[in-house]
């Protein structure tokens, strides 16, 4: 069981930016930094199954690919890399690339890399703040530029680039192309109300991500029998004797605690590592205390709303899976 605050580690990227405020403080103009690694503590480091990043981009990121798990256990690599944004920044014109505009053949989809027109062939989407996207492995994307966004991911390092705009780094064309799926794939992502304060926003085989939204002055059990991470987007307040605001992130695994707001209430994304949303995560407490075991159960009307965001999430999974 624990429960703590994790620490933040700036990576320097080309494409990167500057100022990172409210999210960090960093302002040296010598340095972009274009992604904020959230670590998990101790032992968890080697243990953990998700990653959680924010990325900042000042310029288009290369068009990539990850593995599946099957992929990348024949390569040597632990797992694949299933991933999913979250908008938290978008200059008006910000747009992402998920999938093809149309299915195509191995061949046509190898000469278009080789020839450089791949982008011309992914599927451009605007994006814009508070848009949820889910990247199943073997998804040939891409993130434009202006754009801040929370990633929650596998924890792996599987990325084939298959074209970079010529900046010189190192392609991987022939494990992308055998990673990369040749269908095209839709860029609806589920977002559907659990509860009036949690909105459940993907659900995949790897885990779940949310956002709720809390009221000021609340008090509520939080119940994480998995790996699950916090990140505060707005307000403050703090879980168990931990002190949080904007910027901050909790990494729990095994965990039963206490979220208790501050007067203006408090925003937060969850991930977990679960393939269902978890029904009891999440309970009001009244002014005295309830023990999490003597919590009232969700009512009928809560339990039809996980019923529906279960067989909207299986028919996504589905979908994106085919």
């Not at 969700?298 to 039809?304: D, E, N, P, V």
Request: glycine share 8%; proline share 5%.
């Amino acid at each position: 069981m624990t429960i703590e605050k994790v620490q933040q580690t700036l990576k320097a990227k080309p494409w990167g930016v500057v100022d990172l405020t409210p999210w960090a403080h960093a302002s040296n103009a010598s340095e972009r930094i274009g992604e904020i690694w959230y670590e998990p503590p101790g032992h968890f480091s080697k243990h953990s199954v998700l990653q959680l990043k924010l990325l900042f981009t000042s310029n288009p990121l290369s068009i990539q690919v990850h593995p599946d798990d099957a992929i990348a256990n024949s390569i040597g690599l632990p797992r694949g890399k299933t991933e999913a944004w979250y908008v938290l920044g978008a200059a008006p014109d910000a747009k992402v690339a998920l999938g093809l505009l149309q299915a195509t053949t191995a061949q046509d989809l190898k000469s278009a890399v080789h020839a450089g027109s791949i982008a011309d062939l992914v599927a451009w989407k605007s994006a814009v703040v508070g848009d949820a996207f889910f990247v199943a492995a073997g998804t040939i994307h891409a993130i434009g530029a202006g754009l801040v966004m929370a990633e929650i991911q596998q924890r792996s390092n599987a990325t084939f680039r298959l074209f970079d705009y010529g900046s010189g780094r190192e392609l991987h064309i022939e494990d992308g192309l055998r990673a990369a799926s040749t269908t095209s794939v839709s860029t609806c992502t589920l977002q559907h109300p659990l509860t009036t304060e949690r909105n459940l926003l993907v659900s995949s085989p790897y885990f779940i991500f949310e956002r709720i939204e809390l009221p000021g002055g609340s008090s509520w059990a939080l119940n994480l029998p998995t790996e699950t991470w916090c990140l505060i987007l707005k307000g403050d307040g703090n879980i168990s004797t931990i002190d949080i605001a904007q910027g901050d992130c909790i990494f729990a695994d095994q965990e039963h605690s206490t979220i208790r707001t501050g007067a203006d209430g408090m925003t937060v994304l969850i991930a977990y590592a679960q393939s269902r949303p978890n029904a009891e995560m999440l309970v009001r407490q009244q002014q005295h205390a309830v023990p999490v075991e003597a919590q009232p159960p969700l009512t009928l009307t809560a339990r039809k709303s996980y019923n529906v965001a279960t067989t909207l999430a299986d028919r996504l999974i589905k979908g994106v899976s085919t």
